[in-house]
């Protein structure tokens, strides 16, 4: 079995940078992409920012110039930096791997960024 441990949420200023981190541990075999979305109260949750394991990436245009995704493939990491919060970057962020058959979510780190 495969545990996506997440940490690096909190409470932000708009404006201000959080990072946040996410450690795929288990019964590994290969993850391909790693990503992060978020579900914001009453929304459905939503891709933020992906990258494969070769080192491609793709973000959603409302955080674009603002967020970066980055991978440590060697220890099945996913990082996500984001700079310049705003109000409505707020909302519950999961960590999401893809093995070859399954994929795999975290349990969620709460980012609340207040005006």
């Known amino acids: 079995q495969v545990q996506l441990v997440e940490s690096g949420g909190g409470l932000v200023q708009a404006g201000g940078s959080l990072r946040l981190s996410c450690a795929a541990t288990?019964?590994?075999?290969?993850?391909?992409?790693m990503g992060w979305y978020r579900q914001a109260p009453g929304k459905q949750r939503e891709l933020v920012a992906a990258?494969?394991?070769?080192?491609?990436?793709n973000y959603a245009d409302s955080v674009k110039g603002r967020f970066t995704i980055s991978r440590d493939n060697a220890k099945n990491t996913v990082f996500l930096q984001m700079n310049s919060l705003k109000p409505e970057d707020t909302a519950v962020y999961y960590c999401?791997?893809?093995?070859?058959?399954?994929?795999?979510w975290g349990q969620g780190t709460q980012v609340t960024v207040s005006s």
């Open positions: 288990g019964n590994i075999f290969k993850i391909n992409d």
């Open positions: 999401k791997a893809d093995g070859i058959y399954v994929s795999y």
């Open positions: 990258a494969t394991s070769g080192g491609s990436t």
